[in-house]
């Protein structure tokens, strides 16, 4: 019963084809959230594939339907594993929705939810995200409790069904359940590594607000020979305003859309670490504040995208002003952001510009928060130390992720410490078609969490 055998019947779980074969099965169910038509699959997903296997593993389990009712989101899973009230308690989370399967537009024209295997890549929908992840997780645990018996430490889970839809519901589940949910720590799976070749950690996420600015002048299109130069263009109405919003480099020209929090500190925790590895596009130097690095401007500031724009008949022009122009705008911002004041402070902006025809509509897409924890916390140092005697790597640690997680549910609801060690890539087009994980990162991760376990239940930090 030592450390180095967890390890290694971790790795064999690899090695041997079950880990790849657990995930096809998984990858099998088209749990796309985004989909009405796939509700009792985002059900099965929890009551045929999850939990039979967390039962045999030890855990008391139960499926809730989401508090915010089924026609806003899936279902929820909560499970428990209680060894010892006295013993530490690690809390960990997944999702097993997935995006829109997207079938037709991947390479070869393969099934998004058919497991393929093409070299060291597992071809998929929802194989990076979240399903090998939380699988790994599930798989590691099963790990230690194979080579000790047991795991020296209480085990709690979530695993919802709504992450891809901004998690509806989830932030009320953990109020409702916040006693049966006590614990000392978050150690959770989602999101990418920075590079393949080493272990990342990250302690928060930014967070996301989406909204659609809208300009709607008439009824139906007019002849633009006929009223071009009598008619005002929404088009070009809602361009100019998406104008003001950033300077032509990318600057946030919205001064509470700036936020305070990058400190010495942060920057100090940033100052090394990479941005687009692992062959993934080259960076545009020039774009976004030019007084900050590569590493700031992607975890320590507020990033605005225009995400869709439509007027008119894109794919069919016709001579004609459009009535009306639409687009679809986001926000990623960081701690130090007052959220109650991203919209209004963008109201007050268009208007003191004239832009009053500019409408904004809030979408009906949840927001997450904004988290992020001190690199320098007793729990933070304790992972990386057992993620580094595993891989004799020092992992890349990140304040908090670019990406957008729910990860304020855990860390201000529960009042958690949150830790998160991602199992996926840069490259692994999650969102897109070819998404994909990588076999010698599952390989990795396997190692590092059946050792994070072994560690935990062995010699837990001070609560």
């Keep these: 019963m030592t450390r180095e055998a967890a390890v290694s019947y971790a790795t064999d779980h690899v090695d041997s084809g079950r880990l790849q074969s ?10 796309e959230s985004q989909n009405p038509d796939r509700r009792d699959v985002l059900q099965d997903y929890l009551a045929q594939a999850i939990l039979p296997r967390l039962t045999a593993a030890g855990f008391d389990c139960a499926i809730h339907d989401n508090p915010d009712g089924p026609a806003k989101g899936g279902p929820i899973l909560l499970g428990t594993r209680i060894e010892d009230p006295s013993l530490p308690t690690i809390l960990t989370y997944g999702h097993g929705d997935v995006i829109w399967g997207q079938a037709g537009q991947w390479l070869d024209d393969l099934d998004p939810f058919a497991l393929t295997e093409r070299g060291d890549r597992l071809y998929g929908r929802g194989a990076a995200d979240n399903k090998v992840q939380h699988l790994v997780n599930i798989a590691a645990l099963e790990s230690v409790l194979a080579v000790r018996g047991k795991l020296g430490f209480n085990v709690k889970i979530v695993i919802e069904m709504s992450e891809e839809i901004g998690s509806p519901g989830l932030s009320r589940m953990m109020q409702i359940h916040r006693d049966a949910l006590k614990a000392d720590v978050l150690i959770a799976s989602d999101g990418p590594r920075l590079s393949a070749e080493r272990p990342t ?89 030019e007084d900050l690095t590569p590493a700031e401007r992607a975890y320590g500031w507020n990033s605005f995208a225009i995400l ?107 009042g958690l410490p949150t830790i998160w060690i991602p199992h996926s890539y840069l490259g692994c087009n999650q969102h897109a078609p070819n998404e994909h994980v990588l076999k010698p990162v599952c390989r990795e991760a396997m190692q590092v969490m059946a050792g994070l376990y072994w560690d935990i239940g062995t010699d837990c930090p001070a609560s």
């Design 22 to 31: 657990e995930l096809a099965h998984l990858v099998g169910y088209r749990s």
């Design 201 to 289: 950690m990250f302690m928060g996420s930014r967070g996301g607000v989406s909204f659609d600015l809208v300009v709607s002048l008439r009824e139906g299109a007019r002849h633009s020979g006929n009223w071009g130069g009598l008619l005002a263009d929404p088009a070009i109405i809602l361009t100019q305003a998406l104008a003001t919003i950033t300077d032509a480099r990318g600057r946030l020209q919205i001064p509470e859309w700036r936020p305070d929090s990058l400190t010495p500190d942060i920057r100090e925790a940033l100052r090394d670490l990479p941005i687009g590895t692992d062959g993934e596009l080259q960076i545009d130097a020039d774009w976004s504040e």
């Design 308 to 414: 869709a724009m439509k007027a008119g008949i894109p794919e069919a022009p016709v001579n004609a002003i459009a009535p009306s122009a639409t687009a679809r705008c986001q926000l990623r911002y960081v701690v130090g952001t007052d959220v109650d004041r991203i919209l209004p402070a963008l109201r007050q902006h268009l208007d003191d510009r004239g832009f009053d025809k500019v409408r904004i509509q809030p979408t009906d897409r949840g927001i997450f928060g904004a988290t992020r924890l001190n690199p320098n916390h007793p729990w933070v140092t304790y992972v990386r130390a057992s993620l580094k005697r595993t891989t004799g790597k020092d992992p890349h640690v990140l304040p908090n992720l670019a990406g957008s997680l729910p990860n304020d549910c855990f860390a201000d609801v529960l």
